[in-house]
């Protein structure tokens, strides 16, 4: 019995760490998308006041 739960507990434990793994990897890409959402949003506040100051001259 102790032999099949060995077996058991190896087979449960492989697929929750690539889980895991794949889930890391996903939030990550998450994460960057965001960041360079954020950093477009950003530029182009600063392109539009560029713009404009460069209108007033």
């Known amino acids: 019995m102790d032999k099949l739960q060995a077996v058991l507990d190896k087979f449960e434990k492989q697929p929750k760490s690539k889980a895991s793994t794949n889930k890391k990897r996903k939030w990550r890409e998450i994460e960057q998308l965001k960041e360079k959402f954020q950093l477009e949003k950003e530029l182009r506040i ?4 560029l713009e404009h100051m460069l209108d007033e001259f």
């Open 46 to 49: 600063y392109e539009d006041s």
